[in-house]
């Protein structure tokens, strides 16, 4: 599995450690303070970033995404299969905007870094995938505030009909299904796809150009009939 972009393999991965349940419960968390913020609302900076949630990718910081959702986030490193290293900040249960949602963001890191995060972690386990997990240390994790953002995968607990998207994001330039049944609403303007499983489980991912261009070669480049029996993961 390839962590650097996760469009290709987000049912296998994340979609089964994150949930999609309701919108709300009935004891909300605090909603973070500011002005009303959409996964839709999308725009692109001068030099072409997506911006999003008052975010610019690969601008942004980590300490940034701290700040607007009030939340520490829990931070790990990842070991792909082909011993590729991505570092990422998980935030759980967090309500934006009157929207209850889980948030994934991949840290920009030199190589080196990365390396030097994984010599000095605490903890490996294994996911299903055959991905492994490392548990910084603490001091490595508080270090990692002025890392910026590569990109952004927010997991709303809502599931939406496929008139939901197009009500609030429009219409896809593309749409590709994975044989597995998942499809992919792409909108290369905006950086954004939207994958969703037969049963309305939904994954948002942001991305910048170049990233957005590298993930969307990997999808299939038609859309097979789709398998009912396919869904995004529960927990």
Do not use: C
Not at 17 to 31: D, E
Not at 83 to 89: C, F, K, W, Y
Not at 203 to 223: E, M
């Amino acid at each position: 599995m390839d962590r650097r972009i996760i469009l290709t393999t987000l049912a296998a991965a994340i979609l089964g450690i994150v949930g999609l349940w309701l919108l709300l419960s009935l004891n909300p968390p605090a909603t973070p303070e500011g002005p009303p913020q959409h996964p839709w609302d999308i725009a692109r900076s001068p030099q072409g970033q997506v911006q999003v949630f008052g975010l610019t990718l690969g601008q942004s910081r980590l300490a940034d995404l701290r700040t607007r959702l009030n939340a520490p986030g829990k931070v790990s490193l990842f070991v792909a299969p082909d011993g590729h290293l991505s570092v990422e900040a998980f935030f759980d249960d967090i309500v934006l905007s009157h929207i209850r949602a889980d948030w994934v963001v991949t840290l920009e890191l030199p190589a080196a870094e990365r390396d030097a995060l994984y010599q000095r972690g605490l903890r490996i386990s294994t996911l299903g995938d055959g991905t492994r997990k490392v548990t910084l240390a603490p001091a490595d994790a508080a270090a990692l505030d002025n890392a910026p953002i590569r990109s952004l995968t927010y997991l709303p607990w809502k599931r939406l009909a496929a008139r939901d998207i197009a009500g609030n994001f429009g219409e896809p330039a593309e749409r590709r299904r994975e044989a597995h049944g998942i499809e992919h609403w792409l909108y290369p303007e905006r950086g954004l796809d939207i994958a969703r499983d037969p049963d309305g489980a939904v994954v948002i991912q942001y991305l910048n150009p170049a990233d957005f261009r590298a993930a969307r070669t990997r999808l299939p480049a038609s859309a097979p009939a789709s398998d009912p029996k396919a869904h995004i993961q529960l927990r």
